[in-house]
């Protein structure tokens, strides 16, 4: 018989970890980005609103006071932005803030 986490939770639900689905932050087009200064937790240091740690699917969000994106495991699937009430969390391109690669280092004939 295959033991489960004990979790002490009296009903069935899921409950997804960070990283279940393997590292899936290497093949993201967009990703999230988190302002501090329109975030409701951030602005009252405290645990308020969260709802981007609720609706996260892969549960790469922390729950603090400002959260935390884990982008390793992130997917950039926006769901954390479109349900942000005070739209803190914007998606930007991947690879937005880095140099483009040349045709030698992508191995690529373009």
Known sequence: MVETRHCEQ???MSWPCA???GRTGDWRSMKPV???AKCIAA???SIVCMLCWVFCPDNVITRTAPPEIDLEYCKGCGICMEVCP???ITMVPENEGQPALN???????V
Request: hydrophobic content about 20%.
């Open 10 to 12: 009296q009903t069935a």
């Open 19 to 21: 990283g279940e689905g």
């Open 34 to 36: 988190l302002d501090p």
């Open 43 to 45: 602005k009252k240091d």
């Open 86 to 88: 005070s739209q803190a």
């Open 103 to 109: 045709v030698e280092e992508t191995g690529c004939d």
